[in-house]
């Protein structure tokens, strides 16, 4: 969706008999010159910097938030956050020698520093962000069907691509009805292909029942999983 363009030209305001009045002429210019900086680029930034979630800057993005109804403390939004460290969940030079390694660490005999990362759950990637509020926009507006569901995920993952399953691009839902059904009926699947740009942090937040991301069904459990 965008928005409907407002021609604001004030030359319009310039009557047939003033068109030759280089004084009047040259004031109206400048004015509308002034209009065209101050106005129309301020509002096309907007579009593309708040009012679209695909291009949303940070500032879009946490305004988003509010609106989705979503926490925006895992999104990495703050100037604070400063995503640096080593391994899928960016761990860090943040305990002694001696102490018991970092839970999950790719390297329990690191210590030392001061280092600040982004935790298990801190997505940096701002197109993660973008397409983790599409999704949660899409799970409160979806009908809770599979098929439903499964469109809009390949619209917001994939640009409304098919999926290419040799390749290990993919992210659907599967549930019982499914080529692949799941184990229960009780159970729906959200399946992730190996070769999708998707980061740890996010798929964490995304099996965050609290954050609300991913479309469900009433009485049903479900589970986002990279294979």
């Known amino acids: 969706m965008t928005m409907t363009p407002f021609d604001g030209s004030i030359q319009q305001a310039l009557k047939w ?50 609106i989705l109804g979503v926490p925006s403390a895992p999104f990495g939004l703050y100037p604070a956050a400063n995503g640096w460290g080593f391994g899928p969940l960016r761990e860090n030079f943040i305990h002694k020698a001696g102490s018991p390694p970092i839970p999950g660490s790719s390297n329990p005999n690191l210590t030392g ?28 507006v979806s009908n809770g069907g599979v098929k439903f569901i499964n469109r809009m995920l390949r619209y917001i993952w994939n640009g409304d691509q098919p999926w290419d399953m040799q390749g290990g691009r993919y992210f659907y839902l599967a549930d019982i009805t499914s080529q692949t059904p799941t184990s229960s009926k009780h159970i729906v699947e959200y399946r992730v292909g190996p070769n999708m740009e998707i980061s740890t942090q996010l798929i964490n937040v995304l099996n965050d029942r609290s954050m609300g991301i991913m479309p469900n069904v009433c009485g049903t459990k479900i589970i986002v999983t990279q294979e």
């Open 17 to 66: 008999s003033q068109n030759k009045a280089p004084g009047i002429s040259s004031i109206i210019e400048r004015k509308a010159e002034w209009y065209q900086n101050n106005h129309d680029q301020f509002w096309s930034g907007w579009q593309s910097a708040v009012f679209d979630i695909r291009t949303a800057n940070p500032f879009g993005l946490m305004v988003w938030c509010i």
């Open 113 to 140: 520093g001061n280092f600040y990362g982004g935790g298990n759950k801190e997505i940096l990637n701002m197109d993660e962000v973008r397409r983790a509020l599409q999704t949660r926009y899409i799970a409160l």
